[in-house]
């Protein structure tokens, strides 16, 4: 999914594509009115928000690792630990990736501890929306592979 915000502060507002309209403007899905009318978008407009986002959370992460890297703090990090923090920074937020304990552990090379708490991330969630606990699940295992 696309995040898009009432508040500035935690990210777009909307506006950004000719498609994607402002946050006041969006019409959510309603779990118990399947049948409402809903805002949609054409599959290559996912796609393109989809590569877009994927490269704002990559950009996140380098630059996370490149600030680590000019203090000399340098985990080895391997491609999996790199695929699974991009896609926490796409699901959690780069600002939320850069403040957790998840990170944390990956600075301080505490890589076993690191991937136990990938699956508390968001976990005040879980019972609302049951495939984040997967998604986190999923992401922990990456993270070792």
């Known amino acids: 999914g696309h995040a898009v915000f009432s508040n500035p502060e935690r990210g777009s507002t ?24 809903i805002t949609r978008i054409t599959r290559e407009q ?3 928000l989809l590569q877009d986002d994927m490269l ?18 340098n ?3 391997t491609q999996g630990m790199y695929d699974a923090m991009v896609s926490i920074a796409y699901n959690h937020g780069v600002g939320n990736l850069r403040t957790s304990k998840f990170i944390q552990y990956v600075k301080r090379s505490e890589f076993q501890e690191a991937k136990e708490e990938i699956k508390n991330i968001s976990s005040n969630m879980f019972d609302e929306y049951p495939g984040l606990k997967i998604r986190r ?3 922990s295992r990456l993270f070792m592979s």
């Open 14 to 37: 909307g506006g950004d594509y000719s498609f994607v309209p402002n946050h006041e403007d969006i019409i959510p899905y309603d779990r118990k009115n399947p049948g409402k009318k």
């Open 137 to 139: 699940e999923k992401e």
């Open 46 to 48: 996912a796609e393109q």
């Open 75 to 77: 985990p080895k990090i």
């Open 56 to 73: 704002k959370a990559s950009e996140g992460v380098n630059t996370i690792l490149d600030e680590w890297k000019s203090k000399n703090i």
